[in-house]
């Protein structure tokens, strides 16, 4: 279920053109995020690198296969600014501000209301 949230700090995109893949999608799990476990670092067939949630895959050794659709575009967020969040998945939320963009913030930057 959607929830609204206020920005609280602000957050900047790490990556400007990460991976994103369709379900079904094999990709290349790299390592482990130690600040945000449960997020691997990927490579897509495209070569696109990024992070995605662990639980959005099956894991068979070093590659994994998308259970989900999946984008990994960072949403900037300013203090203030009122999203809409639609998941939280270990620390992040996939949100769309106001001008209708979507992608991942850090749920510490987030006040859910």
Same mark, same amino acid.
């Given at each position: 279920m959607d929830r609204l949230a206020t920005v609280v700090k602000d957050h900047s995109p790490q990556y400007m053109d990460p991976i994103s893949a369709r379900a079904g999608d094999i990709v290349h799990a790299e390592r482990q @995020? @130690?600040?945000?476990?449960? #997020?691997?670092w990927?490579?897509?067939?495209?070569?696109?690198?990024?992070?995605?949630? *662990?639980?959005?895959? *099956?894991l068979r050794d070093r590659f994994g296969t998308?259970?989900? @659709?999946y984008d990994a575009?960072?949403?900037?967020?300013t203090?203030?600014?009122?999203?809409?969040?639609?998941?939280?998945v270990a620390? #992040? +939320?996939?949100?769309?501000? +106001?001008?209708?963009?979507?992608? #991942?913030?850090?749920?510490r930057s987030l @006040?859910?209301?």
């Open positions: @995020d @130690d600040e945000f476990p449960g #997020w691997l990927c490579r897509g067939q495209d070569g696109k690198q990024g992070w995605v949630p *662990e639980s959005f895959l *099956e998308l259970l989900r @659709d575009r960072e949403l900037p967020a203090t203030g600014e009122q999203m809409t969040v639609h998941e939280e620390g #992040w +939320a996939r949100a769309t501000n +106001a001008e209708g963009r979507t992608g #991942w913030v850090p749920t @006040d859910m209301l």
